[in-house]
Nanobody
Framework: QVQLVESGGGLVQAGGSLRLSCAASGRTFSTYTVGWFRQAPGKEREFVAAITWSGSTIYYADSVKGRFTISRDNAKNTVYLQMNSLKPEDTAVYYC?????????????WGQGTQVTVSS
């Protein structure tokens, strides 16, 4: 059983920064890819970033490239999403999941989500 818990969301002004954390339970954390997705009200859940188990391969959505950085610490069973230069359009609930690639259907376990609100 895999459990994922997100934290670090909040309210920030445009141009500000937040760092999200995704803490995982289980001894197999270091063997799988973790992805971040987000869902704004009335919209589909969309891909944001993903990192493979070794950290050797990283994917970003075009909308966040150059502003967001994904990283992981396998010793702490945690994946991070550093978000800089935040924009109002980044407002959403952010979820981390276990899976592979950039497609939502490739992910089978999800956390409960953390709200990010960016004010203009």
């Amino acid at each position: 059983q895999v459990q994922l818990v997100e934290s670090g969301g909040g309210l920030v002004q445009a141009g500000g920064s937040l760092r999200l954390s995704c803490a995982a339970s289980g001894r197999t954390f270091s063997t799988y890819t973790v992805g971040w997705f987000r869902q704004a009200p009335g919209k589909e859940r969309e891909f944001v970033a993903a990192i493979t188990w070794s950290g050797s391969t990283i994917y970003y959505a075009d909308s966040v490239k150059g502003r967001f950085t994904i990283s992981r610490d396998n010793a702490k069973n945690t994946v991070y999403l550093q978000m800089n230069s935040l924009k109002p359009e980044d407002t959403a609930v952010y979820y981390c999941g276990r899976g592979w690639g950039t497609i939502r259907s490739n992910y089978d376990y999800w956390g409960q989500g953390t709200q990010v609100t960016v004010s203009s």
